[in-house]
Structure formats: C-alpha cells, structure tokens
C-alpha cells in the first residue's frame, strides 16, 4: 500500500472542541425548545402534542444522520475492496510474461 493510499484512506478525526460546541449546540437547542413549550401559554393537551413533536423530529434527525453515515461508510468500504482488487491485480500482471 502507498502512502497516497494511506492518507485517502484514514479516517477523518474531530477535534474535542468541535464535539464540545455539537453537543453544547445540541443540547442547547433541545431545551430552548422544551422551555418555550413548557411555558407556552396553552392548554396541557397541546403542550403535549408540541413535547412529542420535539421528541420525534429529535429521533428522526438521529436516524437520518446514523444513516447518512452508515451510506457513506459503506462506499467507502467498496471503494477499498475495489482499490485492493486493482492493486492485486496490477501486482500479478507481468508484461514480460505472455
């Protein structure tokens, strides 16, 4: 394997401040939220229906993103199968050999 190959290959790391502020701005925005509702001036039945609204839009924001990256992992991975297949086939190819 070369090195151009290796660096295409490594995983993308994130730094402690990026994952402090996404989950600073996460949880900052899920009880901004969830105060507003709390003390919106209307009756428990919809406060209710606006709570469970906040917590299925948060569900289906964390599946959508799990399967963004479950797609993205997986052309990656063919991606290194089809790059190993090429790089076993050009190191059994012998020009001088037919």
Do not use: C
């Amino acid at each position: 394997m070369t090195t151009a190959t290796k660096k295409f290959n490594a995983p993308s790391s994130h730094t402690t401040a990026w994952i402090a502020q996404t989950w600073l701005s996460f949880v900052v925005s899920i009880s901004a939220t969830a105060i507003g509702i709390v003390y919106l001036p209307a009756d428990v039945w919809l406060k209710g229906y606006l709570g469970m609204g906040l917590l299925f839009s948060v569900g289906s924001t964390v599946s959508l993103s799990k399967t963004i990256r479950d797609q993205e992992e997986a052309k990656r991975m063919l991606s290194r199968i089809d790059e190993a297949k090429l790089e076993r086939l050009l190191a059994e190819y012998d020009p001088f050999k037919q």
